[in-house]
């Protein structure tokens, strides 16, 4: 009995036409999401490219490594990040580095081009988020209540149909109604992927799969509340009005108002009283290294190239003690930073999480990689990249870099230096997440959307046990 | 030794939440080819009747049984041997009406039979042969009766219950009822009949019963009803007047 109520939803959602107006609409949008995705990644490859050619570019014609100032590293595109934005439009993807220092994240996305931050990217995750969860209600909202205004359930209980059966046949019905056909859509953007030139490695063909079967769980979680909301009104309408107000604190209210409580309860330094904080010190290490500067008298006058050495020697060394000091106090003062941030976030995503939509969200964006992680995981890059550039010009010039005067002096009669090669720069290397990385903290969220049906589900049977079916 | 009734109301009591008495003990039993009339106006309790019998409600008091089974310890298997006809019949609009047919046949249990069977159903309430392939959604209030009753006669059942089944239908579909009434009466099936259509009534039902108010005010085989006025003696029982007679 359960198969025949369930081919009878199939054969009942599949005929009618809000079935043909919406899911065309879903369709379409999601069609555009892949095809957006693919132009976004290809758009970022060549501008990625461009600023490295151009990196290096701006390096040519220096004769001595001591004189590269500006080297910048990029964020390289993922075709992942293209689908799923997550943070990837907020997060800087230019990095100048010095060999030692602050390690500043410049030219977000969204920095670039203001207009995409007031509306945001039609990305997958939009989609799923927002435009399925709509449909998921559209079809559910009168899946029970509708059948009791139609008329329909007191001629179908009129037979020896046991209500969980009734239920559950709905249930599994309108999710195989609604949820196969909207992989075929999903099915054709990925094979779109590949035909526009999209690389996607085998991890990340894995890592889409399962961002889609989030998504889908997501939408079954929408459709099992849906139908729960239906079995406990007796007019559709005040079920539909019902769900529209759910689907209001859960995909627009809720996840912020969790940001904002978790801000209130733990206090976290804001940016601009760590930079002051910086600064003050930064001040402060500079007084004292004046003093150091006046006292400075070199011991060979007699010879000028001797002299500038020492002198050179002599700032390099208080840059050098200076920049540690200054570093062990921004690493002090980023840390304390970084770990209250931390219990902060843990506590906002906590409140979030009782949302299936944040709960979602956070299930795709780390799938693919451009999660609240992904600027750690860029600027714990960069560092590692810091100290390797710091290393080579070390290496290259017998100084450290970044800090300092520095002088050179040329006799008219001595060999011309030769240009740098810019090819003995070390390349920077961004290794982002594979699934082994992502699949446990995504579990989390993938185990709760499976939670939310099953909680929902059993409220929807709990309320329909007493449903009146006249 | 009596037969046991297919369909047996016994003390039959439903008070609502709200305190209003639907139901005030009432008993009566209908036989096999048996059709049992229930007259009454609006809010006389006829539908809740019918609704306990189908489990819909649960009695306050008493028992509604169907083949000796009562409804509201084992619904179920009491609805295997009942068929059910609203007053307006109701199906999924985007579905033929064989389709229809075909889902509510195997929703009563029964293994789907070939689709010649559907038609020949359909043909007998009186439904057009190119109606049959067509979606409900353009049925008139009569077509669709016909199919509910179509959906009755393929379930076999041999208790049939009809609320109001020929309110609305136009004089010759509801003349077309009757007949099919006959003859499903005829092969043996008991069938209870709420209606407001005395006249009716009195032409096909074995036993006619009277409602008021929730309580059953008079019970009579309609052989004993031959040459009264049914009208007259109809507004006496709603008014107050007639006691109760077996």
New interface residues.
């Given amino acids: 009995?359960l198969k025949?109520?369930i081919e009878?939803e199939l054969?009942?959602i599949l005929?009618?036409t809000k079935f043909t107006v919406s899911f065309g609409a879903c369709a379409a949008l999601i069609l555009l999401a892949f095809f957006m995705g693919a132009a976004g990644y290809k758009a970022d490859v060549a501008r990625y490219d461009a600023a490295r050619r151009e990196n290096l570019k701006q390096m040519e014609g220096l004769t001595d490594w001591i004189m590269v100032r500006n080297n910048r590293i990029f964020l390289p595109p993922r075709p992942l990040a293209s689908l799923v934005a997550g943070v990837s439009n907020d997060i800087g993807r230019t990095t100048e580095v010095h060999g030692r220092g602050e390690l500043p994240q410049d030219d977000t996305r969204y920095g670039e081009e203001p207009v995409f931050a007031m509306f945001r990217f039609l990305d997958l995750e939009f989609i799923f988020q927002t435009v399925l969860s709509l449909f998921a209600i559209l079809f559910a909202y009168d899946a029970i209540s509708g059948e009791k205004e139609?008329?329909?359930m007191?001629?179908?209980?009129?037979?020896?149909?046991?209500r969980h059966t009734f239920l559950a046949g709905k249930l599994i019905g309108s999710f195989i109604a609604l949820a196969v056909p909207l992989l075929v859509p999903i099915l054709i953007g990925c094979a779109a992927l590949s035909l526009l030139g999209v690389p996607l490695s085998a991890d990340e063909w894995a890592r889409l799969a399962l961002i889609v079967a989030a998504g889908i769980l997501y939408f079954g979680a929408f459709l099992t509340i849906g139908i729960a909301v239906s079995a406990m009104t007796a007019r559709s309408s005040n079920a539909f009005l019902a769900l529209l107000v759910f689907w209001i604190f859960a995909v627009l209210i809720l996840p912020r108002s969790a940001i904002l409580i978790a801000g209130r309860a733990i206090d976290v330094p804001s940016v601009d009283d760590i930079n002051a904080k910086k600064f003050r010190y930064s001040e402060q290490l500079f007084t004292e290294d004046r003093l150091k500067m006046s006292g400075f008298t070199p011991a060979k006058t007699a010879d000028m190239r001797k002299m500038v050495e020492e002198f050179q020697m002599f700032m390099g060394q208080i840059a050098d003690e200076r920049q540690k000091k200054m570093d062990e106090f921004s690493t002090r003062l980023n840390e304390e930073r970084a770990n209250r941030q931390a219990v902060q976030s843990a506590a906002a995503l906590g409140i979030a999480r009782v949302s299936p939509s944040a709960s979602f969200s956070l299930a795709a964006a780390t799938l693919a990689g451009t999660s609240v992680s992904m600027k750690d995981r860029y600027l714990e890059a960069a560092q590692g990249y810091q100290q390797t550039f710091g290393k080579f010009i070390l290496d290259k010039t017998g100084m450290n870099p970044g800090g300092g005067m520095v002088f050179r002096m040329r006799t008219g009669d001595a060999e011309k230096p030769k240009p740098i090669d810019t090819h003995e720069l070390p390349a920077f290397v961004f290794t982002p997440p594979v699934l082994a990385d992502v699949l446990p903290p995504a579990l989390t969220d993938l185990a709760l959307l499976v939670l939310y049906i099953m909680v929902f589900f059993a409220v929807a049977h709990a309320a329909f046990r007493r449903y009146?079916?006249? | 030794m009596a037969e046991r009734p297919m369909l047996e109301a016994e003390g039959l009591t439903k008070r609502y939440e709200d305190g209003v008495l639907a139901l005030d003990h009432i008993s009566f039993a209908v036989q096999k080819g048996e059709v049992y009339a229930m007259l009454g106006g609006n809010g006389a309790g006829k539908t809740t009747a019918i609704?306990l019998f189908?489990n819909?409600?649960e009695p306050t008091e008493g028992e509604a049984r169907i083949d000796g089974i009562v409804t509201h310890r084992d619904?179920?298997?009491a609805?295997?041997k009942?068929?059910?006809v609203?007053e307006?019949?109701?199906?999924?609009?985007?579905?033929t009406a064989m389709?229809n047919l075909d889902?509510?046949t195997?929703?009563?249990?029964r293994p789907a039979p070939p689709g010649s069977a559907y038609r020949e159903a359909l043909s007998r309430v009186g439904l057009q042969a190119e109606a049959h392939g067509k979606k409900l959604k353009g049925f008139s209030k009569g077509m669709r009766q016909k199919c509910?009753i179509a959906?009755a006669i393929m379930?076999n059942a041999p208790a049939i219950?009809l609320d109001e089944p020929t309110s609305g239908l136009d004089p010759q579909a509801g003349f077309e009822f009757i007949g099919l009434l006959k003859s499903l009466r005829d092969e043996g099936k008991a069938i209870l009949m709420s209606t407001h259509d005395i006249f009716r009534a009195k032409e096909v039902a074995d036993v006619v019963g009277i409602m008021n108010r929730g309580r059953l005010v008079m019970q009579r085989p309609s052989r004993d009803l031959a040459g009264l006025d049914m009208e007259k003696l109809y507004m006496q029982h709603i008014a107050g007047h007639g006691g109760l007679a077996a």
């Fill in positions: 009995m025949l109520v009878k054969r009942d005929t009618s139609r008329g329909t007191r001629l179908s209980f009129a037979n020896p149909l046991p009146d079916l006249r | 609704n189908l819909f409600i619904p179920l298997k609805k295997e009942v068929a059910f609203s307006n019949v109701m199906l999924y609009p985007n579905f389709q889902y509510f195997r929703l009563s249990g509910g959906i379930k219950l």
